[in-house]
Structures are given as C-alpha cells and as structure tokens.
C-alpha cells in the first residue's frame, strides 16, 4: 500500500458501522464497475466510534469523473436513461426491504441486500458524480433531471443501514457479544460466521472500534488498528492551521455564527436557533438542525449531496466539500460564511 505522494480528497463522512463500510471498500474497488472498470481501485475509509470517512485520490475522482461523462453525457436523452435507471434500482431495492418483519438473520437474506446495493451504485456514484465533470451548458440544461433523481435515492443508504443494523442486533441476542462489536465485523468475518458460527475475539472487534482504517484496492481488503491506523490517517488527513477554509458554494448568501460541530444528529448538547451546522457530511437525520441552522458547512459532498440539495430548498447560505472544516473549526469557535465565494472566515 502506498499513500505517501498522493492528493488524497475526503469524498464522503456519516456514521455507517464498519461492518458497511467493508462492503462498500469492496464493492468500490472489486464489485461495481462502471464502463467495465471499478469506480475507485484504492479507497481508504477511517472508522471511529460509530464515525466513518471515505477517501479516494483526487486522480481516481478525475478519471471517474471523465468516464461518466463520456458513458452518460453526450445528450439528453442519455442522462434521462440514467436518472430513469436508477430510480427504478431504488425501487427494487425498498420494495425487497419494505418488509422489516422478514429483516432475518440468514446469509441468503443478508448476500441479496448487498448484491441488490452492488447492483444499484454504478448508477448512484454515475448521477453522483457526473455533476462536477460536465461542461456548464450541458451542466445547467442536465441539472434538473440529475437533481431529481439524486432526491428519489435518498433513502437507500438509511434503509442498507437500517437493516445492517437489525441483522447485526438478532445476532447479538445469539451470542456473547455487544452489538457495538458485532457492527465491527468485516463481510467475510460474518459470511463466516453465517456458515460456522464463528466469531473473532471480541477484543480485536472492540480494537476495531477505537479507531481503525480501511485499505481496499482490486485485490486486498486490509484492516489496520492502533498506530498503524493512526500513521495512515496523520499522512493523508494532517492540516496546516488557518482562520481560513476554502469549498464549494452549494447556496449563496452571508452568515455569521457560532460553530456547532455534530457528527451524530441524534447526540449533541448544544444547537441553538442560528448557530452553524458543521460536519463531514448531512443525511435526511440532520434535517431538524439544518432548519435552526443559519449556515451549513461541510468536509465532503458535491453539489448533488445531501447537505446541497437541502440547503437550496431551505435558502441557507452552504459551503461544501471543505475537506477540513472539522478538524479546524471549534464547537463555540465565531465564524463568517461567504458563500457567496465558497469561504470560510473564523472571526478573532
């Protein structure tokens, strides 16, 4: 594995279990392909305690950004295939796990979830992504239906989650071990598992959750934990300080306000009427804060994120894709959001 030399970009955050965040190394750099090859052949995501990070190199994005283009942007006609495509993927999936009561432990249940996603995310990541690579007319003509379509998928990572998660809690009630170690698992550990009943020790399950680092490429899947973990994140993620942070303006405007960094939409202390909503990215939970917000800032996410599309609707001044805005920004620091500009000033 070589990281060292590369310009290593923070695509996606949330707070997905590790035992999805294997599944989606593998399915990234293995499983999907688009235009017959794999939408990114390295990925690393960093798990925490329930928080997760994917990174790719800014060059794997640029080629993936290139390939949708050429496969789906030539006319019109093409992008409404692909948005038609892949609302009808949404569909077939929600319609196999609208019904939770048959959410059942058992291997075949589990491998037709996963291979209903590895089905469905050539075209999410094509919709995903295609939006930043496409000329601006082509771009303001396309927008519209790439929107549109990038909404109607919003539920399908929540739901993936949700059933992850009540898989992982009926095994729990089977065995010896939390459900917080069990969410730790890999999907070969649990494919394992499903056929023997074998389990690792919980204590390097538990490892895992401190802090860990996921490496996958077109061959490996590689776990590190302790050190070694935190080597890998301290290369690729380590920012020089600065009152300044630079992104994507998603909403024009002006705001003024306090920082409140929540990762977990469920688990913070403090969010008052006007404060700033800072995080690596926002998904349909975050929604109640966003509304009190009076300003959105983001690590990662394109202009077909979450964080974009609610922030248009809502008319929120919304900077995205800062990459670093986390791991700067203080809860209770002051701040100034242009973006107008895409900036972000922390005021002395």
């Not at 019109?76 to 038609?84: F, G, P, R, T, V």
């Not at 394992?192 to 959750?209: A, G, I, M």
């Not at 680092?213 to 290369?235: C, E, H, N, P, S």
Request: with cysteine.
């Amino acid at each position: 594995m070589k990281i060292k030399g590369k310009e290593w970009i923070n695509v996606w955050a949330g707070t997905w279990s590790f035992l999805s965040c294997t599944h989606f190394a593998n399915q990234y750099s293995k499983e999907v392909k688009i235009k017959s090859k794999v939408p990114f052949p390295e990925t690393i995501i960093f798990f925490e305690k329930g928080k997760s990070a994917c990174w790719i190199t800014q060059k794997t994005r640029d080629e993936l950004g290139a390939r949708v283009v050429s496969a789906y942007g030539k006319s019109i006609s093409d992008i409404k295939n692909l948005c038609q495509t892949l609302k009808n993927k949404v569909d077939g999936f929600l319609k196999f796990t609208n019904d939770k009561k048959n959410w059942k432990p058992e291997k075949s249940l589990y491998d037709k979830m996963w291979n209903t996603i590895t089905d469905y995310y050539s075209y999410h990541i094509s919709v995903k992504y295609i939006v930043d690579y496409l000329p601006k007319d082509k771009l303001k003509k396309y927008f519209h239906h790439l929107e549109e379509a990038r909404v109607y998928a919003e539920p399908v990572f929540k739901v993936s989650e949700d059933f992850v998660r009540s898989i992982v809690a009926q095994i729990s009630k089977t065995t010896s071990y939390s459900e917080e170690s069990l969410f730790c698992l890999t999907q070969k550990e649990l494919d394992r598992f499903f056929q023997t009943k074998h389990l690792p020790s919980e204590t390097v399950l538990k490892e895992r959750n401190v802090f860990s680092t996921i490496f996958a490429d077109k061959k490996t899947l590689t776990i590190y934990t302790g050190k070694k973990a935190r080597q890998i994140f301290k290369i690729i993620s380590t920012v020089k300080k600065t009152d300044v942070i630079h992104g994507q303006a998603a909403f024009k405007g002006y705001a003024k306000g306090v920082v409140r960094i929540i990762f977990d939409p469920f688990k913070y202390k403090i969010f008052n009427e006007g404060d700033i909503l800072v995080t690596g990215m926002t998904r349909p939970e975050f929604l109640p804060l966003m509304q009190k917000s009076v300003a959105i800032i983001t690590d990662a996410g394109g202009i077909l994120s979450h964080a974009a599309i609610t922030a248009r609707e809502l008319k929120k001044p919304c900077v995205i894709g800062t990459q670093i805005a986390t791991k700067i920004l203080k809860d209770g620091d002051m701040v100034e959001v242009d973006a107008n500009r895409g900036v972000v000033r922390i005021v002395k």
